[in-house]
């Protein structure tokens, strides 16, 4: 960081607040962390929907092929040409809502495990942050850090903060191998 400062007496003010931001600057840090996504979990619900359209179009295929056969029996009586027509159109609208189903549902389940991962991970930053400060004070004083005894009990832990461990570890178990 550069700080400009001025040698006259007019601007010591503002000179001794550049030299005093100067100084709580240098001791941000910043932590980095991977941007890793674990998208097997969904990989895999992905290509299930995939196979189960695959199948459900094998089937909407033989179906159309039944119907020409039925529809080339039934031009050589010269009866219900419209049908077949009307049953292939009733083919299509089903399997194009079906598709549209599986879809909504396919986003859904994306949209509720964002949600969750985010939740995650704000409770993990609040929780981050409370050990921190547990620690600095605890460094400040000369004590260690005793803020759960050995029987797992909280001791001065603020209520909200043993709230959100407790939501924080419920997700982390319901989350496992979910992670986006």
Known sequence: MVGHISPSHYHFEESRNT??????????TTKLRSNVSDVSYHVAQ?????NELRQEIETLHSRI????NLQNS?????ESKGISLSHH?????????KISLKRRRMMEL?????AQSIEFD???????????EKAVTAMENGK???SIDKSGEKNDMPEHVFMLGKKFNFLKVNMKGRRI
């Open 46 to 50: 992905y290509q299930t929907i995939i």
């Open 74 to 78: 039934d031009e050589k009586r010269d």
């Open 89 to 97: 159109a009733d083919i299509q609208l089903g399997m194009r809502s």
């Open 19 to 28: 030299l005093s931001y100067a100084d709580r600057a240098k001791n941000i």
């Open 122 to 132: 704000k409770l993990g930053m609040i929780i981050n942050e409370w050990e921190t």
């Open 110 to 114: 994306d949209n509720h495990l964002l």
């Open 144 to 146: 260690e850090d005793q």
């Open 65 to 68: 092929h039944g119907s020409k």
